[in-house]
């Protein structure tokens, strides 16, 4: 409860770290611009209902990705927005996400 107090009194900076491995970034990043109306500038959320994805782990993102796509895991907007994409689309999209590194800091 305290790091959650600590983090929504917090104040998120965002920065570029390193390139993902295999991905296409750049191609990830013109994937992202269509994300990006809700989640947030580079992935920053500030949405109600709607998580950050910058500085998510690359995995993570492609997994709950590939979930959408494929029914196991079911949200009204998510459903639809990840049934056209392509495993390419899915990796390049979150290593963009991944490569920005969020840091926590107390007001
Ligand atoms: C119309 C708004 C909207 C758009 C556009 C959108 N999303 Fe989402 N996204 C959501 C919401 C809302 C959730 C939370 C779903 C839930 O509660 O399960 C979500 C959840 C996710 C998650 C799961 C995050 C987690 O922490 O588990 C991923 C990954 C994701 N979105 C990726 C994307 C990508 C990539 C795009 C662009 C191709 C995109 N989204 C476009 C609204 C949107």
Redesign the pocket.
């Known amino acids: 409860m305290k790091l959650f107090t600590l983090i929504s009194a917090g104040l998120l900076c965002v920065s570029l770290t390193s390139s993902a491995i295999s991905a296409d970034v750049q191609a990830g990043a013109k ?2 611009q ?2 990006v ?3 947030g500038e580079n992935g920053l959320a500030t949405m109600a ?3 950050s ?1 910058a500085g ?1 782990s690359e995995i ?2 492609v997994n ?2 590939k979930h ?1 796509r494929d029914g196991s ?1 079911v ?1 009204e ?2 459903s639809i ?2 049934k056209p ?1 392509s495993d390419a689309d899915i990796d390049n ?2 290593a963009w ?1 991944s490569q920005f590194q969020v840091e926590l800091k107390k007001r």
Do not use: K
């Open positions: 994937v992202g269509t994300c109306m809700c989640h209902g709607t998580p994805l998510q993570y993102l709950q990705l959408f895991r949200n907007v998510m927005i990840a994409l999209v979150s996400f």
